[in-house]
């Protein structure tokens, strides 16, 4: 392997492995030590690289398969040091349609946000609710258009606040992340993977712990079976 410190192709392997189990090398030209996702937007991340592009698989499973009002939220995110925003957008039945994380919290990050749900729904939604950041309103008269019917109220997007919580209570642990390519990954595919996890649509009745567990398991098995095909 060529060492991505240096540029030296003078490098040998080594006998251990990282934590998730990519094999490592040594260069003898810098001395530095090197496995095949240094240098990359992957290298920082805690999911293998085969996890997170199987994320990208889910969410394009997902295209068209949106409801008609859609719930959209955003929440701080600290990268390296300073807060950024995780967008997020689920529907009706609280199935998700997609998030991002962004740098800024205005006009431009709202639009290239909702360019993202049309693209991924393959529609325009009837009801859009949203905080009332003044924003939204804008990038959804440009984006959607005029038929679509923004919504501002509070308790409607309680449901939407909500969701984040899984991703937080998987973030505060990390003590926030060290970089901002790394942390976009790392939440796309926490939320995609959270996603085909899921067992219980919003408003339906309850599911028992023996069938949460027997829907898990018929996931997982799939998504080995995935993996290891890949």
């Not at 997902?62 to 009002?69: I, K, N, P, T, V």
């Not at 997020?88 to 609280?94: L, M, N």
Request: net charge positive; aromatic share 10%; charged share 30%.
């Amino acid at each position: 392997m060529i060492c991505p410190h240096c540029g030296s192709e003078e490098t040998s392997r080594r006998r251990r492995r990282s934590s998730l189990g990519y094999r490592t090398s040594a260069c003898r030209s810098c001395h530095r030590i090197f496995n095949e996702r240094t240098g990359t937007p992957f290298n920082e991340l805690q999911h293998p690289t085969d996890i997170v592009l199987l994320a990208d698989q889910l969410r394009a499973r997902r295209r068209g398969r949106a409801g008609e009002s859609w719930y959209l939220d955003e929440t701080y995110v600290k990268v390296s040091g300073r807060w950024c925003y995780l967008y997020r957008a689920i529907d009706r039945d609280g199935e998700l349609l997609d998030s991002m994380l962004s740098e800024q919290r205005d006009k431009h990050a709202a639009r290239s946000f909702l360019r993202r749900l049309v693209e991924i729904a393959e529609r325009k939604p009837q009801r859009v609710t949203t905080d009332q950041h003044p924003a939204y309103r804008r990038a959804i008269r440009w984006i959607l258009g005029p038929k679509a019917r923004h919504r501002t109220t509070q308790y409607l997007n309680n449901y939407t606040e909500q969701s984040h919580r899984a991703v937080k209570q998987r973030y505060y642990p990390m003590l926030g992340f060290g970089n901002f390519e790394s942390a976009s990954r790392f939440c796309l595919a926490f939320d995609e993977l959270r996603q085909y996890f899921r067992v219980r649509r919003r408003g339906e009745g309850h599911v028992s712990l023996a069938e949460q567990r027997r829907l898990f398991l018929t996931r997982w098995r799939s998504l080995i079976a995935e993996l290891a095909t890949a």
